[in-house]
Nanobody
C-alpha cells in the first residue's frame, strides 16, 4: 500500500516557478514508476511527466518540455516536479501517481492546485 501526499501548489505569476512535492508512505516507493498528472475542470486528466523507479528515464508532455523537470529521492520516498516559466495554461490541479512495478497497481494523491495568473 502506498499513500501519496502532494504539496507545493499555489498562486504564481506568469513566468514564475513552483516546486511540487509528493511524499509517499509505505516501503515500496523505490519499486514504483512515479508520474505527475494535471486536470482542468471539464477536461480529461493529462499526463505531465513520468520517471522510472531508478530515476534513469524521464518523459514529458510536449506542452511542458524544457520547462518542467521531474525527479525523485528514493531515500526519502519523495517525488518532485520543478515547474519553471509557468504559463496561465498550466493552471490545473496537479496529481501525483505511483505505479507499482510488479503488481502494476496505481496509487493517487489528493491533488494540489496550481494557479498561474497575474
Amino acid at each position: 500500500q502506498v499513500q501519496l501526499v502532494e504539496s507545493g501548489g499555489g498562486l504564481v505569476q506568469p513566468g514564475g516557478s513552483l516546486r511540487l512535492s509528493c511524499a509517499a508512505s509505505g516501503s515500496i516507493f523505490s519499486l514504483c514508476t512515479m508520474a505527475w498528472y494535471r486536470q482542468v475542470p471539464g477536461k480529461q486528466r493529462e499526463l505531465v511527466a513520468t520517471i522510472t523507479a531508478g530515476g534513469g528515464t524521464t518523459n514529458y508532455a510536449d506542452s511542458v518540455k524544457g520547462r518542467f523537470t521531474i525527479s525523485r529521492d528514493n531515500a526519502n520516498s519523495t517525488a518532485y516536479l520543478q515547474m519553471n516559466s509557468l504559463k496561465p495554461d498550466d493552471t490545473a490541479v496537479y496529481y501525483c501517481n505511483a505505479k507499482h512495478g510488479i503488481t502494476e497497481r496505481y496509487y493517487w494523491g489528493q491533488g494540489t492546485q496550481v494557479t498561474v495568473s497575474s
